[in-house]
């Protein structure tokens, strides 16, 4: 399965990060940022497949496009703050890294204003 | 995007760090951080191109602006 190769890639990359981190070479931390994102390209794959799911979850006529694509920015911006998030937390500085965190959730609030107006028109409709 | 950029760059770090203390030991400490500095510069400069082909490949899944 896919899941054995990407463990067995973090493994190995955390065997290698900790033997630089013991000869205290300034290089380990540029590599647990390359590790990273090596884990990360591998369920990049994963992630497009249910995107065409979705994409194709919008053809019908009761969701209309303009909500699912919001979701889709709102997943994006979720994967790109996690991955910054954990790198800077790596580096020992948290106060940052909670920062990204922090101005992560307020633009996928503002993103999501849209849909609350949908969902609260829709229940007012109903009413 | 595989496990060899990782031994590439753990190679380079173990190069450097032998080099280093080479050039400690027959005292030329100068050069010896200019020898760790530019092995940093290597590395940074193919992690920040693997950065930019993550948010590339991210942009092109979610299809972004």
């Not at chain 2, 050039?23 to 400069?45: E, N, P």
Request: glycine share 4%.
């Amino acid at each position: 399965m896919e899941l054995y190769k990407i463990i067995g890639v973090g493994l190995i990359c955390a065997f290698v990060i900790v033997y630089l981190k013991s000869t205290d070479s300034n290089l380990a931390m540029p590599l647990t940022v390359c590790s990273g994102i090596i884990l990360l390209s591998m369920t990049a794959s994963y992630l497009s497949d249910f995107l065409s799911i979705f994409n194709s979850l919008s053809s019908n006529e009761y969701l209309d496009g303009s909500i699912l694509k919001l979701t889709i920015k709102i997943l994006a911006i979720s994967y790109l703050v996690e991955f910054s998030a954990s790198a800077i937390e790596d580096f020992g500085l948290k106060s940052i890294a909670d920062k990204v965190v922090f101005a992560g959730k307020i633009l996928i609030l503002t993103m999501s204003a849209p849909i609350i107006e949908n969902l609260i028109q829709t229940t007012v409709s109903l009413l | 995007m595989n496990v060899e950029i990782i031994f590439k760059i753990a190679a380079i770090g173990i190069l450097i760090t032998v080099l280093c203390q080479i050039l400690k030991k027959s005292d030329r400490d100068d050069i010896a951080t200019l020898v760790s500095l530019a092995g940093l510069i290597i590395v940074l400069t193919v992690v920040i191109g693997m950065v930019a082909d993550l948010f590339e490949s991210i942009k092109d899944i979610f299809n972004l602006y």
